[in-house]
């Protein structure tokens, strides 16, 4: 871990995203990592507790968190329980998921799928 | 008042966050998805709509389940045009950013076109890129070449190619940082291009080798100063078969073959992890299978696979490093176990996997006249797979409880369903007198793992 750049980090007072939740989260990182690295399955249940326990909304925090400290270890373990998470599933799925809604013109969704197609072929709806 | 203000503020939290993160992050996200699914982010929002061009990486998977006939939805060429029609959109549209990574795993019903490979593969080395995956590509006519260009891409590190391709290697390649090379049931225009391509390959680590058909190659010579992992498949039956190999780093070797004779290995003492799935038949097997054991003095970890049956009275050379021993072979086939045991005074692991239960039975198990070495104070774990109750499965059984003493854990796999007997068994094994206090028996209803070996 590097040091300076976590103080740096508590000691910055332009950044908006420190909160105590989220330097509880990451800072024992490095210890959980260097002993479930070795246990996919133990890393499987990590992964589905984290996202029992963590909104999408905290996952992102996170996920700045990480990649302002430069830990990379941490930044691909949470992007890529944000990718299992929408996995296969539909787009509306997603967007509900992340909480966003659709801001297109009308028709140009329906454009986008068509030029697409093979993207939306046999897709699970949820 | 209280909860309507909170469910004010609950509203404003909900409002999405993701979409606040960077591009660059956003993109890393979706760089552990398949392109199917970076690419339908597109419809997210107005936001999200071009996030999908800037993505590092392209994975092109179609597995979707097909069959022969398709019924009222799209027929197999509908399918299969869509998706040619897919991958090249995407490779129009995509921002010129470097690609790490480009992969196509091709369903068994698309026979791909050779100047769509020749354009998808251009774009990729186009793009810097590190790591090529080509997998089950199948044609119409003649096997595909791959391009000339990818034998000088500077930027490859990974490449594997798997189905219809042959490689006829440029003799200008230079392929400086290639590491990982897979050449998994192709074919090669002739013996010097496949000894060119590993020659153009100076920093090579690992050499992936399946040949499932006749490819064109009688002699194989490796000899390679940097190799460090060596897995070779080999389901081609020929008797003018010859591979010699030369490769002083290498610590990794896998050789599933079906023809033993015609392995020369010099130079390879540094091996460190080897696995033996040998499934000939005739008569100078033994004899192949010393030679081969013979030069692994140094071997911490070893697997050996076989069908035939190994007499006793043989020499075996000491494995002094021998750490995990496993062994995989028919019922009643593991005469040689007495031997190793004998040969590896530092064995902490030992696993006897049975592959069936078949019979004609017949004991394989003669009581040392002085306990192994390694029984005495190394032996730490026993796995026994399938086992099957047998006389002599007992007496071996109850041999290593007795004798192993510093033994934690013995477990017993059971492979035949008489659940009668299997109760009365254990019953009598929790009886045998243990050398070891701390030996766990452990009766497992699943196989011990085995993890794909070059993923280290």
Not at chain 1, 44 to 62: D, F, G, H, I, S
Not at chain 2, 144 to 149: A, F, G, H, V, Y
Not at chain 2, 312 to 323: A, C, E, K, Q, T
Request: hydrophobic content about 40%; proline content about 5%.
């Amino acid at each position: 871990m590097k040091f300076c750049t976590v103080k740096q980090y508590f000691d910055d007072e332009n950044n908006n995203n420190v909160t105590n939740g989220i330097a509880t989260t990451v800072i024992p990182l490095p210890n959980k990592h260097l002993k479930i690295k070795a246990n996919n399955k133990e890393m499987e249940q990590y992964e589905q507790e984290l996202l029992r326990n963590v909104m999408p909304q905290e996952l992102t925090k996170l996920i700045l968190a990480a990649n302002y400290l430069n830990f990379k270890e941490a930044l691909d373990f949470f992007c890529r329980t944000v990718a299992n998470a929408i996995q296969n599933k539909s787009v509306d799925y997603v967007r509900k998921f992340f909480g966003l809604e659709s801001d297109f013109e009308p028709g140009e969704e329906e454009k986008l799928c068509k030029e697409f197609a093979w993207s939306f072929e046999g897709v699970d709806e949820d | 008042m209280a909860t309507e203000s909170n469910s004010e503020v609950e509203k404003c939290d909900e409002v999405d966050r993701i979409s606040d993160l960077p591009d660059s992050l956003l993109c890393h996200i979706l760089s552990f998805l398949q392109t199917k699914q970076t690419v339908a982010t597109t419809t997210l929002s107005t936001r999200w709509k071009p996030v999908w061009t800037m993505v590092p990486s392209l994975d092109f998977q179609d597995t979707a389940e097909r069959q022969q006939n398709q019924g009222d939805n799209h027929g197999n060429n509908d399918l299969n045009m869509m998706f040619t029609q897919f991958v090249c959109r995407v490779l129009a549209l995509r921002e010129p950013v470097p690609l790490k990574k480009f992969r196509l795993l091709l369903n068994p019903y698309y026979f791909i076109d050779p100047t769509h490979l020749h354009t998808w593969i251009s774009y990729a080395i186009g793009h810097h890129v590190e790591e090529i995956h080509l997998f089950r590509v199948r044609t119409r006519s003649q096997p595909l070449e791959l391009p000339p260009s990818l034998f000088s891409c500077k930027s490859l590190k990974t490449l594997m190619v798997h189905g219809e391709i042959i490689v006829n290697c440029p003799s200008s390649i230079h392929l400086p940082n290639l590491l990982c090379l897979g050449l998994l049931r192709i074919k090669y225009t002739n013996e010097e291009s496949f000894h060119r391509l590993l020659n153009g390959s100076p920093n090579l680590l690992k050499l992936i080798v399946w040949r499932y058909q006749q490819d064109n190659m009688i002699s194989f010579n490796i000899s390679h100063p940097t190799l460090r992992l060596f897995f070779f498949d080999n389901q081609v039956q020929d008797p003018r078969f010859r591979l010699e190999l030369n490769a002083p780093s290498l610590k990794h070797l896998l050789l599933w073959d079906r023809n033993c004779h015609g392995y020369l290995l010099h130079n390879v003492t540094n091996i460190i992890q080897a696995n033996m799935f040998n499934l000939c038949e005739h008569g100078n097997f033994c004899h192949c299978i010393l030679k081969l054991l013979s030069v692994l003095p140094n071997v911490q970890s070893l697997t050996l696979r076989y069908n035939k049956s190994l007499g006793p009275g043989f020499y075996l050379p000491m494995f002094n490093n021998l750490r995990s021993l496993q062994l995989k072979v028919k019922c009643c086939k593991w005469l040689i176990l007495l031997n190793l045991l004998q040969s590896a005074h530092n064995l902490e692991t030992l696993t006897l996997n049975k592959m069936d239960v078949e019979g004609p039975h017949e004991s394989c198990w003669i009581e040392p006249l002085q306990v192994p070495k390694c029984l005495e104070s190394r032996l730490q774990n026993f796995y026994f797979v399938r086992f099957s109750f047998l006389d002599h499965e007992l007496e071996l059984v109850k041999y290593i409880l007795k004798n192993a003493q510093v033994l934690k854990t013995m477990g017993i796999h059971n492979g035949v369903s008489n659940w009668e007997e299997e109760f009365l068994i254990r019953w009598e094994m929790l009886d045998f007198p243990r050398g070891s206090l701390t030996c766990q028996l452990e009766f497992l209803t699943v196989e011990p793992g085995w993890i794909c070996p070059w993923d280290r």
